[in-house]
T-cell receptor
Framework: DVKVTQSSRYLVKRTGEKVFLECVQD?????MFWYRQDPGLGLRLIYF???????EKGDIPEGYSVSREKKERFSLILESASTNQTSMYLC??????????????FGAGTRLSVL | GQNIDQPTEMTATEGAIVQINCTYQ??????LFWYQQHAGEAPTFLSY??LDGLEEKGRFSSFLSRSKGYSYLLLKELQMKDSASYLC??????????WGAGTKLIIKP
């Protein structure tokens, strides 16, 4: 079974803190994604990566950055946390397949509260 | 803009059948996905449709009409464990997933 592991299930941080959310997958997937999930909204893509040291902005990258130093690990960084970044953060991974079913596998999520 | 619409919440009875609808307007179409998400857990893949018609997988079936921009997920013989949110997502021309807000399904005994 594919396993996507997020380092924390719950985090409480203060405004202005630098926050690291870690995600590791064990299926040798090329693609990795960071989403945020808020009530009443669909998942929104923050950043994604197709390869080591490669990153692409998603729909809502402002206030976030990412790092992918190893294929299995994709980190989301909040440089200076703000209260509007309180949310559920979901990491996902998938194979790089342009013409086949591109199923994304998700971690259990990190619920971040910024006070 | 791109838009995925699905009902916010539905209620059904154990043992019954429920149909969850999803309509979409996206820039390009490379398939439609249904995911299940139990409260506090990761979304998990249920089904994928890229051609028109019905795909059946056990108690769950998914239907697609590309000309109408419409899909539904059909759940038969409902069980209490089917209580979850069901997420509809469309892969656009850039192979990115556009997500609906999800339908919370409540199963009553």
């Amino acid at each position: 079974d594919v396993k996507v592991t997020q380092s924390s299930r719950y985090l409480v941080k203060r405004t202005g803190e630098k926050v690291f959310l870690e995600c590791v997958q064990d299926m040798d997937h090329e693609n990795m994604f960071w989403y945020r999930q808020d009530p009443g909204l669909g998942l929104r893509l923050i950043y994604f990566s197709y390869d080591v040291k490669m990153k692409e902005k998603g729909d809502i990258p402002e206030g976030y950055s990412v790092s992918r130093e190893k294929k299995e690990r994709f980190s989301l960084i909040l440089e200076s946390a703000s209260t509007n970044q309180t949310s559920m953060y979901l990491c996902a991974s998938s194979f790089l397949r342009d013409y086949q079913i591109n199923i994304q596998y998700f971690g259990a999520g990190t619920r971040l509260s910024v006070l | 803009g791109q838009n995925i619409d699905q009902p916010t919440e539905m209620t059904a009875t154990e043992g019954a059948i429920v149909q969850i609808n999803c309509t979409y307007q996206t820039s390009g179409f490379n398939g439609l996905f249904w995911y299940q998400q139990h409260a506090g857990e990761a979304p998990t893949f249920l089904s994928y449709n890229v051609l028109d018609g019905l795909e059946e997988k056990g108690r769950f079936s998914s239907f697609l009409s590309r000309s109408k921009g419409y899909s539904y997920l059909l759940l038969k013989e409902l069980q209490m464990k089917d209580s979850a949110s069901y997420l509809c997502a469309v892969m656009d021309s850039n192979y990115q997933l556009i997500w609906g807000a999800g339908t919370k399904l409540i199963i009553k005994p």
